[in-house]
C-alpha cells in the first residue's frame, strides 16, 4: 500500500469531522506526532503520526510554495 503523502502547511480532509462540523484540518508540526488546526475553530489536536495516516482521506490543498532561496533583493 502506498504511504499517503502530505507536507506542513497542507489542508486535508479526515474521516471524522471534528465536533465544530467541519472535517478540514491544516497541518501545523510534523514529527513522530502530527499537529493540526482545525480550519473551522482553530482548535488544534496532536495525534500519533499513525493514527494521522490512518484517519487521513486526502490532500485538499498544498501548502503554497515558497520561493525563500530565489527572491533576488539586496
Known amino acids: ?17 471534528h ?12 514529527g513522530m506526532d502530527i499537529r493540526m488546526k482545525c480550519v473551522g475553530c482553530k482548535h488544534s489536536v496532536l495525534v500519533p503520526r499513525a493514527k494521522f495516516e490512518k484517519n ?6 498544498s501548502a503554497p510554495a515558497s ?4 527572491s533576488e533583493g539586496n
Open 1 to 17: 500500500m502506498e504511504r499517503k503523502q502530505f507536507e506542513l502547511g497542507d489542508i486535508v480532509q479526515m474521516k471524522k469531522p
Open 19 to 30: 465536533p465544530c462540523g467541519t472535517n478540514e484540518m491544516e497541518i501545523i508540526r510534523m
Open 56 to 61: 487521513m482521506k486526502k490532500v485538499l490543498r
Open 67 to 70: 520561493d525563500e532561496g530565489t
